[in-house]
């Protein structure tokens, strides 16, 4: 039997080792051994002899209530599952750090983890959905909730965020029921995963103030090809803190260096069947293969002046500010770099919480970010069962800390010595921690006076005109998938005053959409638009970059290409396509009609990653459809290799493809020279002139033969 210690001291890394199987008490790790093997032992540390059989009398006999390892086997089986969140139930986090490109910030806030450019504090992110459980899919038309916790030498500082800049409310007392909108209808348990039913839009048509945040959601921004093409943002307005207590406003965002990007609806409906973990996937091979994901660090700053002069509240949180009229500084980076080694451990028990911010950074009056403050805490003891779950070492600071907190649940980092209160008299050796005026965390100091009372500011009564700014700043394409999308939803609500009233609101937004909106749901006349609470302005001028496709990265890095091939494949083709999608920074795929792979014209056994059916082309960002004769013969007999074309096409995919790949397309009805976002490979040069055409990400013009209705 071996033994290693650790020694003591160690405890809080003790359960995320992977190679750390069975903790001692007083923190010491020991591993018992047969040869190489560690051996089986119960939770009490006890070796177990048979694990295939339980305990009873004769072969066929009673199972006896002595098997004290069966008891503690099924006893902790029985209580794997902690509550999910009741919002953001489905998430996915990674390892990595943040780091500071420039010091703008250090005169700004005393903050130290602005102070020096250049320097990694570890950070971990969780990316979720808000309104599906935690086991549905991970691209149902949603926003994107945008957690970061950064390990920060003051403690954990978390901008809880979303890929969304607004949301649909404007004070806490609505979340509750917001969500009971969102989420499966009581009675029925269903639907789950998507807005598309009554209740939803029942809500959201009678709460003005979620029409802006309705335009978001309605457009690509909910439908992300995956994290980390998607931005973030800390929404509310936060306040960085200098040492003469003077405080600058800030908006955080998060920018991702390989661009926005967003999948259609059509695609979304079918990557959900095809790889229901389409987004979580994305991210772990993409860290797994070597390649993090990194987004920019930017921030709006702004003072009192610009507040009052602004037409909105900054305390309104479904209101943004244009970047045209304050500027994004990028002066960071977020990097993930490390998946989890256990997602219970890391992914479900991390708690994060608006309220977690370090001296220098501070809250404003938003009433929405006030009731968070509030609620993620509350939130932490439910679903983590203890006080102590700052204890969990996904949780804890990674800087020094020392409170005079103890006991309570599953306490595992217990102070030593007599003092646990404070002031004491037992001197700084064991007296324990002091506060400190100068280190402390000090809140801006604020002068406040009013009435006592139920009331919003004057300004968050406009409800339509940065509605209407998102919506002229969009493309004529990412337009119309605003109208399809709103049709879409309200087309699954069955009660028709419901329709009616959206498309009053829409009124209010753009008439053109209203009147499309409208038309689509085959309303029989239009609507009286809504009463707004106050004037809307109708010449907000659009912003650039509130548009996905304007903004596009123009190129395939960290994109995926899906190649079809079969026995007989050009192998000069197929390098010369592998070569220039990893030349351009982007993957590849190979799907064929045996996983066991294909032969190619070297004769050599190629494997394939994906069979035909379970390698739709939704998967992918491209495709290449290079089969041998006599492959694309056996191909155009397959439903699912006409799938893979038609769908490819039907999604404003580039398709490349060789002259023997004809059949399968005349069996797809699919005209290779239909369109510029075609293009042949008669040679292995042509390879790169496809990946350069790629780089546009979809060929949109064929968005508009694609769809009638
Ligand atoms: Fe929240 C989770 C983001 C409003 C109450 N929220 C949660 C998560 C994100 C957000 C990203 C998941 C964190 C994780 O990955 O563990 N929430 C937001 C944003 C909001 C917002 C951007 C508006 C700007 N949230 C909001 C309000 C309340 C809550 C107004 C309640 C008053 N949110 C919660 C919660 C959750 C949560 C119930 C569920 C699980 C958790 O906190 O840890 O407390």
């Known amino acids: 039997m071996a033994k290693s210690k650790s020694g003591p001291g160690k405890l809080a890394e003790a359960n ?51 098997d004290f390892h069966l008891r503690e086997k099924i006893f902790h089986f029985d209580h794997e599952r902690i509550p999910e969140r009741v919002v953001h139930a489905r998430g996915f986090g990674a390892h990595g750090f943040f780091e500071m490109t420039d010091t703008t910030l250090a005169g700004l806030s005393t903050a130290d983890v602005f102070q020096r450019a250049g320097e990694q504090t570890p950070a971990f992110v969780r990316f979720s959905t808000v309104a599906g459980n935690k086991g549905s899919p991970d691209v149902a038309r949603d926003v994107r909730g945008f957690a970061v916790k950064i390990y ?30 969102a989420k499966q209808e009581p009675d029925r348990g269903f639907p789950q995963a998507q807005t598309a039913h009554d209740n939803f839009w029942d809500f959201i048509s009678l709460s003005p103030e979620a029409m802006h945040m309705a335009m978001w959601i309605m457009s690509d921004r909910t439908l992300p090809r995956s994290f980390r093409f998607m931005e973030g943002f800390g929404v509310h307005t936060f306040r960085l803190i200098d040492a003469a207590g003077k405080t600058t406003f800030v908006k955080f965002h998060w920018k991702p260096k390989l661009g926005l990007q967003s999948v259609v609806w059509n695609e979304a409906v079918k990557l959900n069947g095809a790889d229901p973990d389409f987004h979580r996937r994305d991210l772990w091979d993409a860290i797994q293969a070597g390649t993090p994901a990194e987004w920019e660090f930017g921030v709006q700053l702004f003072d009192e002046a610009f507040a009052e002069s602004f037409d909105f509240d900054v305390l309104d949180a479904t209101k943004f500010i244009p970047e ?50 509030f609620s993620y805490l509350d939130t932490q003891l439910k679903r983590l069962g203890s006080t102590n779950f700052t204890h969990l070492p996904i949780n804890a600071p990674k800087c020094p800390f020392h409170t005079f907190q103890q006991d309570g649940h599953m306490a595992m980092i217990n102070p030593k010595g007599r003092a646990n209160y404070e002031p004491n008299s037992w001197g700084p050796e064991i007296g324990g921690p002091r506060e400190s005026p100068t280190l402390g965390y000090k809140p801006a100091a604020e002068q406040i006076t009013g009435d006592k009372l139920q009331a919003k500011g004057e300004k968050f009564a406009d409800h339509y005109s940065q509605a209407r700014q998102f919506f002229v700043s969009q493309t004529p394409i990412e337009q119309t998938h605003i109208k399809d999308a709103f049709v879409f939803e309200l087309s699954k609500v069955e009660t028709p005053a419901i329709r009616a009233r959206m498309v009053s609101h829409l009124l209010n937004v753009d008439k053109t959409l209203a009147k499309l909106v409208a038309d689509g749901l085959g309303l029989a006349e239009l ?69 066991g792979g294909v032969t190619c014209t070297k004769g050599m056994v190629l494997p394939v990653k994906q069979k035909i059916n379970g390698g739709p082309s ?9 089969p041998s004769a006599a492959g694309a013969a056996l191909l155009a007999n397959e439903a699912t290799a006409k799938d893979f074309v038609n769908d490819a096409f039907a999604h404003a995919k580039f398709i490349a493809y060789c002259a023997d790949a004809m059949p399968l397309f005349d069996k797809a009805n699919i005209a290779a020279d239909m369109d510029a976002g075609f293009v042949e490979l008669t040679s292995p040069a042509d390879a790169e002139t496809f990946i350069a055409a790629c780089g546009e990400l979809r060929f949109w013009e064929r968005e508009a033969v694609v769809h009638a209705v």
Not at 531 to 559: C, H, M, Q, W, Y
Not at 620 to 625: G, K, L, N, R, T
Request: charge should be negative.
């Open 16 to 66: 995320i080792g992977a190679e750390k199987f069975l903790r001692g008490q007083g923190g010491e790790t020991h591993q018992i051994a047969d040869g190489d093997t560690p051996v089986l032992t119960t939770a009490q540390g006890i070796p177990v002899a048979d694990d295939q059989n339980s305990l009873k009398i004769g072969p066929r006999g009673p199972v006896l209530l002595e």
């Open 152 to 181: 920060t030498q003051q403690g954990n500082w978390d901008i809880v965020g979303n890929n969304i800049p607004v949301f649909f409310i404007q004070d806490a007392i609505k979340f509750p029921d917001l969500i009971h909108a």
């Open 324 to 373: 045209e009229l304050v500027p994004v500084k990028i002066v960071g980076r977020l990097v993930l770099n490390r998946v989890v080694d256990n997602f219970f451990a890391e992914t479900e028990q991390v708690a994060f919480s608006t309220g977690n911010v370090p001296p220098g950074v501070g809250f404003t009056n938003d009433p929405l970010l006030q009731g968070r403050n």
């Open 527 to 595: 609507p009286k638009p809504a009463t707004p609470a106050r004037p809307v302005i109708k010449d907000l001028p659009p912003s650039a970059a509130l548009s996905i496709i304007a903004n596009g990265p123009k190129r395939f890095e960290g994109r995926k290409l899906g190649i079809l091939v079969t026995d007989g494949v050009d192998a000069k083709l197929l390098a010369a396509l592998q070569n220039a999608v990893e030349a351009a920074g982007g993957v590849y795929e190979l799907v064929g009609p045996k996983i």
């Open 618 to 626: 939704v998967l992918y960002d491209a495709v290449a459809i290079i």
